[in-house]
């Protein structure tokens, strides 16, 4: 599958390969946050899940710094620990929701700002999907990776994430109501 | 291929940018080393705590230990309970039997924490309270199953966004920066977190602690 950057600024904020040996927790913390945001609330629909699940990762960065900063790909760790994070987030997302049917608490602060019925839509739709697929599809529009880079940072092989990908492609083509090209 | 390809980079551009204008709550107004001066104090009132409280806790009980020093708490409507200790630790839990979770909620007296770490003012105004701390009639705050904690009263608040995570206990951002709390989650936890405390010599020091799960 053709991987496209979306821009090229979130090319090079959400970029994996940032090397950071001689770089602070602060400086990968302000590269990594909104890129994260970004992708946890493109698996998880919720802001304040996005916002939980990479404040967590990187609280998680944070407690271990010394051992993660001497990794290869530092950013390869965090995304995998946010997709991990993301799944099991989802019971907890769903207690919330009770509490928040019980007309207990405001939901007007959780909006995820200006994204438009449209695209919500759309990522509706990839989090219909396995969560497998939902992870492959997230990570290669989200974060503009390629399938070698997709494999790494979920742990499987190369084969499987083009697996997952033509067949989150082919369920979204039905689901969105586009045209598969064969 | 290619109007799915434009569809999704579209989708995900939408969310780039729109994640651009959230602010970063919890980190704009500190730094790393703010963080870990932060919650040192929190971190020893949970070692404290669980010397406390686990007794009660190991022995089955399902309210604090009233002869350790927490006063008797009174269950409200959802099950919920709070006990607040005479040192100036506010424990509050929810508790839903043997097969259910048990969830604590475990710091220093909720005003005291916030008053350090806060302007107590915002406080009252976000959980619509006239006092302080915000209170209703059966205790400070409920803690549900998935960590979400509520002070009831005319107006509830959400005051933090508990989280429960693999680890023995969890540190949390609120919609507010500056206010961390730590949580356990199960009374093994807290047997295995007292073993941790002993094995650091009661002297915590973040990086000592190993949350990472």
Same mark, same amino acid.
């Given at each position: 599958?053709?991987?496209?950057?979306?821009?090229?600024?979130?090319?090079?904020?959400?970029?994996?390969?940032?090397?950071?040996?001689?770089?602070?927790?602060?400086?990968?913390?302000?590269?990594?946050?909104?890129?994260?945001?970004?992708?946890?609330?493109?698996?998880?629909?919720?802001?304040?899940?996005?916002?939980?699940?990479?404040?967590?990762?990187?609280?998680?960065?944070?407690?271990?710094?010394?051992?993660?900063?001497?990794?290869? /790909?530092?950013?390869?760790?965090?995304?995998?620990?946010?997709? /991990?994070?993301?799944?099991? !987030?989802?019971?907890?997302?769903?207690?919330?929701?009770?509490?928040?049917?019980?007309?207990?608490?405001?939901?007007?602060?959780?909006?995820? *700002?200006?994204?438009?019925?449209?695209?919500?839509?759309?990522?509706?739709?990839?989090?219909?999907? *396995?969560?497998?697929?939902?992870?492959?599809?997230?990570?290669?529009?989200?974060?503009?990776?390629?399938?070698?880079?997709?494999?790494?940072?979920?742990?499987?092989?190369?084969?499987?994430? /083009?697996? !997952?990908?033509?067949?989150?492609?082919?369920?979204?083509?039905?689901?969105?109501?586009?045209?598969?090209?064969? | 291929? #290619?109007?799915?390809?434009?569809?999704?980079?579209?989708?995900?551009?939408?969310?780039?940018?729109?994640?651009?204008?959230?602010?970063?709550?919890?980190?704009?107004?500190?730094?790393?080393?703010?963080?870990?001066?932060?919650? $040192?104090?929190?971190?020893?009132?949970?070692?404290?705590?669980?010397?406390?409280?686990?007794?009660?806790? @190991?022995?089955?009980?399902?309210?604090?230990?009233?002869?350790?020093?927490?006063?008797?708490?009174?269950?409200?409507?959802?099950?919920?309970? $709070?006990?607040?200790?005479?040192?100036?630790?506010?424990?509050?839990?929810?508790?839903?039997?043997?097969?259910?979770? $048990?969830?604590?909620?475990?710091?220093?007296?909720?005003?005291? @924490?916030?008053?350090?770490?806060?302007?107590?003012?915002?406080?009252?105004?976000?959980?619509?309270?006239?006092?302080?701390?915000?209170?209703?009639?059966?205790?400070?705050?409920?803690?549900?199953?998935?960590?979400?904690?509520?002070?009831?009263?005319? #107006?509830?608040?959400?005051?933090?966004? @508990?989280?429960?995570?693999?680890?023995?206990?969890?540190?949390?951002?609120?919609?507010?920066?500056?206010?961390?709390? @730590?949580?356990?989650?199960?009374?093994?936890?807290?047997?295995?977190?007292?073993?941790?405390?002993?094995?650091?010599?009661?002297?915590?020091?973040?990086?000592?602690?190993?949350?990472?799960?």
């Amino acid at each position: 599958m053709r991987v496209i950057p979306v821009t090229s600024e979130m090319d090079t904020e959400a970029s994996v390969d940032v090397t950071i040996d001689r770089v602070s927790f602060e400086v990968f913390y302000s590269e990594q946050r909104r890129p994260l945001m970004a992708l946890a609330y493109a698996v998880s629909g919720s802001r304040i899940a996005a916002e939980d699940l990479a404040q967590e990762t990187l609280v998680a960065a944070y407690q271990s710094w010394d051992r993660i900063r001497q990794k290869e /790909n530092p950013g390869t760790w965090v995304r995998r620990m946010l997709l /991990n994070k993301a799944s099991s !987030h989802y019971r907890r997302r769903l207690a919330e929701a009770r509490v928040l049917a019980k007309g207990l608490v405001g939901v007007d602060r959780v909006e995820f *700002p200006e994204v438009t019925g449209d695209i919500d839509r759309i990522w509706a739709e990839v989090r219909r999907l *396995p969560r497998r697929q939902v992870e492959v599809i997230a990570l290669a529009y989200m974060e503009g990776l390629s399938q070698v880079e997709i494999a790494r940072v979920l742990g499987i092989s190369k084969e499987s994430v /083009n697996t !997952h990908t033509r067949r989150a492609r082919q369920t979204l083509a039905t689901a969105l109501g586009l045209e598969e090209e064969v | 291929m #290619k109007t799915l390809d434009r569809t999704l980079e579209r989708a995900a551009s939408g969310v780039s940018e729109a994640s651009r204008r959230i602010p970063d709550r919890a980190w704009q107004a500190r730094n790393s080393r703010q963080v870990r001066r932060a919650l $040192t104090p929190l971190v020893a009132a949970l070692l404290v705590f669980a010397l406390v409280g686990i007794p009660a806790l @190991l022995l089955g009980s399902d309210r604090p230990d009233v002869s350790s020093g927490v006063t008797a708490p009174e269950p409200n409507p959802e099950g919920a309970w $709070t006990g607040q200790h005479d040192e100036g630790f506010t424990l509050a839990g929810s508790l839903h039997g043997d097969d259910g979770p $048990t969830f604590f909620f475990i710091g220093r007296t909720l005003g005291a @924490l916030l008053d350090e770490v806060f302007d107590r003012d915002f406080w009252r105004g976000y959980a619509g309270s006239t006092t302080w701390p915000p209170t209703d009639e059966s205790g400070d705050l409920n803690v549900y199953e998935d960590g979400t904690v509520t002070v009831r009263g005319d #107006k509830v608040a959400r005051l933090f966004r @508990l989280t429960h995570t693999d680890g023995p206990f969890a540190l949390y951002w609120t919609d507010a920066p500056g206010v961390e709390i @730590l949580m356990v989650s199960e009374a093994s936890d807290i047997a295995e977190l007292v073993r941790r405390a002993e094995a650091i010599d009661y002297s915590p020091d973040l990086e000592d602690i190993n949350l990472d799960h």
